[in-house]
DNA sequence: GGGCCCGCAGGG
DNA sequence: CCCTGCGGGCCC
């Protein structure tokens, strides 16, 4: 289940990583990373187990797994073919949140004392891969929490982290990035009606043939040819959504393109070609039909 | 407290 | 099915 578990309050605590599954908030009893390529990544856990891990409450730098040995060093290099690693490129690519878990063995402030607690929704802002501490390739997820989770609770005995200090030995310039809470992140709505669409597809766009592909997944949106909502009161059906790359679904939302009743696609009055079709999606001629009349010029 | 080894659920 | 993974308890 992505998001909230229902009855689920941040700052709930778990004194196991078994009463964390149980209760369905991360569901692997020992791996940090809950989720598939497919589906997107469930949750984490914030455990110590990966020293390249840098937490800033707000701000996670989270070290993807696979690669280490038994006692907690990276001996062979990360991948995103590792299930966990894909599913959150998957949340990236796709705008969906996370849920973070932090244990009492990671060495942040905001550890909790003991056991496990659940800490609120935080979304993929980007990734990457770099050379960790011990010198493998790893791969690296900035998780930043949503505007409506929290700042976790520092521990009492531990002092939070102070910024760089500005002084005269300092040199020139300032390599550390500021850190500011980023509330334009994209979020991009997410439904079953639509990734059914694109699974169909495979991300290909149905307009112009473009498959994005980039390390990790490849990249579509769900496009509503009857916009939801009022005036337009499209249906969240299958019929009534195709799969488009971002600038072919810009196009039909504000109406350089629109379709006609024998799927082709017109493109500021000029013929484009056919739509892309698929045996198992059935497209809605009144859709088609309200979205182009919404159009007419 | 560290090393060990027995775990199980999830995912391919 | 087999394999892996930011546990956890127990022994020393």
């Known amino acids: 289940m992505i998001g909230e578990i229902p009855g689920v309050p941040v700052g709930e605590e778990y004194a196991s990583r078994v ?3 149980e209760a369905g908030v991360h569901r692997p009893r020992i791996a940090g990373i809950c989720g598939t390529q497919a589906t997107g990544a469930e949750s984490i856990v914030l455990s110590g187990g990966y020293k390249d891990d840098e937490d800033y409450g707000d ?10 040995d038994g006692a907690g060093n990276q001996v062979s290099d990360q991948s995103l073919d590792d299930s966990g690693n894909a599913a959150l490129v998957t949340s990236h690519l796709q705008g969906l ?23 609120g929704l935080y979304r993929v802002a980007s990734y990457g891969s770099r050379s960790g501490i011990d010198g493998h390739l790893i791969w690296q997820f900035r998780l930043e929490a949503d505007l409506a989770t929290p700042m976790p609770t520092v521990r009492e005995d531990q002092l939070p982290i ?9 040199p020139d310039g300032n390599d550390e990035p500021e850190r500011v ?19 169909w597809h495979q991300d290909q766009c149905q307009i112009c043939g473009t498959r994005i592909e980039v390390p990790g997944g490849t990249y579509s949106e769900g496009a509503h040819i009857q916009a939801l909502g009022r005036p337009h009161n499209g249906p969240d059906q299958t019929g009534n959504v195709l799969c488009l790359c971002p600038n072919c679904h810009v196009k039909l939302d504000a109406g350089a393109i629109v379709i006609n009743d ?6 500021n009055g000029v013929p484009k070609g056919p739509l892309r079709t698929h045996p198992k999606h059935g497209l809605s001629i009144d859709c088609i039909r ?5 159009w007419r010029r």
């Open 181 to 199: 809470r980023s509330n334009v992140q994209r979020i991009v709505r997410s439904s079953k009606v639509k990734n059914t669409v694109k699974l």
């Open 262 to 267: 024998d799927l082709t696609v017109v493109e």
């Open 162 to 170: 102070e910024a760089p200090q500005q002084g005269p030995e300092q």
């Open 97 to 119: 949140p996370v849920r973070v878990i932090r244990g009492s063995k990671s060495q942040s402030v905001y550890a909790p004392r003991s056991g496990y607690r659940y800490d």
């Open 59 to 68: 701000v996670i730098i989270y070290t993807g797994h696979g690669g280490q």
């Open 290 to 294: 309200s979205h182009r009349e919404r």
């Open 19 to 21: 009463l964390a599954s």
